[in-house]
């Protein structure tokens, strides 16, 4: 079955500093692939997907991803995060079946 | 992108009690699916529902505890049968959008339940 892995489960990060989250799916065939961010006490927010075309994506609030084929993975970046973006961040992935199966989640908190 | 109206949005129910979970769409969709988020976990996809036919259920999921009905292309619900308090969550639905560059899912605002 399909997996969708996000191996940091919290992140601490002051303001300015990069970010990247780690995102590993199971699937070997074409997925789709998206995250999603969820910010304290609010609903899942998309920030970006990929599902064909160029492998580095670019979404809201100067979030970027990067599809590594070889690599199953979609890890998310941000240069330079800001206390505004303490938030649940959830790696999501879909295949042939059309499911959309999410990961753990990763809490970030970005302190001033 | 699909507009979902989710309802109700929250509610405190006793345990041994069940409780109707509604979702509308505002477009016809093949397939709806419902979702399960325990507090301060990520989402885990409880069924797939398609118009005429009964759910799919994922492992650890059965449709004597999640009843799910699915009477035409734009209307689902979920029941959650003889509730305890481990059944507290928050309940979602969500739909897969069209394809193209609008391809992705939409998601219902979320039921909150508490089972006390």
């Known amino acids: 079955a399909q997996s969708v892995s996000q191996h940091n489960h919290h992140v601490i990060l002051s303001e300015a500093a990069s970010l990247e989250l780690g995102c590993n799916y199971s699937y070997g065939g074409t997925v789709n692939l998206f995250w999603y961010v969820q910010y304290p006490g609010q609903h899942l927010q998309l920030l970006l997907k990929y599902f064909s075309g160029d492998p580095l994506v670019k979404g809201i609030k100067g979030f970027e991803a990067e599809f590594i084929k070889s690599k199953f993975s979609f890890n998310l970046r941000k240069p330079s995060v800001q206390w505004s973006d303490t938030a649940e961040y959830f790696c999501?992935?879909?295949?042939?079946?059309?499911?959309?199966?999410f990961g753990t989640g990763t809490r970030l908190q970005v302190f001033p | 992108s699909a507009v979902i109206s989710q309802k109700p949005s929250r509610d405190i129910c006793q345990r041994g009690t069940s409780l109707t979970i509604q979702c509308q769409v505002d477009?016809?969709?093949?397939?709806m699916f419902w979702y399960r988020q325990q507090p301060g976990q990520s989402l885990t996809l409880i069924a797939t529902?398609?118009?005429?036919?009964?759910?799919?259920?994922e492992s650890g999921f059965v449709i004597d505890k999640f009843p799910i009905s699915r009477p035409n292309l734009t209307f689902s619900t979920l029941t959650v049968s003889n509730m305890s308090p481990e059944d507290s969550s928050i309940y979602l639905c969500?739909?897969?959008?069209?394809?193209?560059?609008?391809?992705?899912?939409?998601f219902g605002s979320g039921t909150r339940l508490t089972v006390v």
């Open positions: 529902a398609n118009q005429g036919s009964e759910a799919t259920y």
């Open positions: 477009s016809q969709v093949t397939m």
């Open positions: 999501a992935v879909n295949d042939n079946t059309d499911k959309l199966i």
């Open positions: 969500s739909v897969e959008d069209s394809g193209g560059a609008d391809y992705g899912y939409t």
